[in-house]
């Protein structure tokens, strides 16, 4: 798959329907990869940058059996819980669709480069920023909702109470999605925003293999 970069309007046929039905999809998509992913069946993995082993290790394996299964793995291609998320899905010779808060040939953050250049190769990359947008701190809460948008339910494995994922779990009830949650050990700062999930009426996700049930 070469790094073109191609781009996807709204009103295109192309364009996926379940992002198109949420109260506002972006106008445009700039991609890099396979677009038609964008129409499979997806699931959001999400999480804390400064993840824990364990969390790493929930993200990796959560992915890599769903994606065995047929399932998308859909994430924001951040440090943490989003990277272990996407190599869980490559590892398995399956999907993943990375949502970034940047253009779409920008890599954030850099330490990232060869996970971004094997998801152009083998999935997808997604942004509604256009090529050489660099990245800024509130486009990361906005892309949220793409993330979210695309995918039937969305997973948070780790999240402090300030956590970016929270915004995604919150826009994935706003868009009538399932979120699901790790619990955690209750003296971890990484467990607090996923237990506070939970105990709002989040699906708590106590076996890895629970997610295919559902």
Known sequence: MSNEINELLSE??????????????????????????????CLAVVGSRKATPYGKWVAY???????????????????????????????????????LGCGPDICYPKTNRALMSRISRLGLIIS??????E???????????????????????????DSGSLITASKALEQGREVFAVPGNINSIFSKGTNRLIQDGAIPLTDIDDILDL
């Open 12 to 41: 295109d046929p192309g364009f996926p329907e379940l992002l198109k039905s949420i109260a506002d999809p972006p106008p445009t998509l700039y991609y890099i990869g396979t677009p038609t992913l964008m129409d499979t069946p």
């Open 135 to 161: 990245p800024a701190p509130w486009q990361f809460p906005v892309r949220n909702r793409i993330i979210s948008g695309l995918s039937y339910g969305t997973v948070v494995v780790e999240a402090d109470l």
């Open 61 to 99: 394996n959560i992915a890599k059996r769903t994606a065995e299964h047929g399932v998308t793995i859909v994430s924001g291609m951040a440090s943490g819980i989003d990277a272990c998320g996407h190599l869980g899905a490559l590892d398995a010779g399956g999907n993943t669709i990375a949502v």
């Open 128 to 133: 509604e920023y256009p090529p050489g947008t």
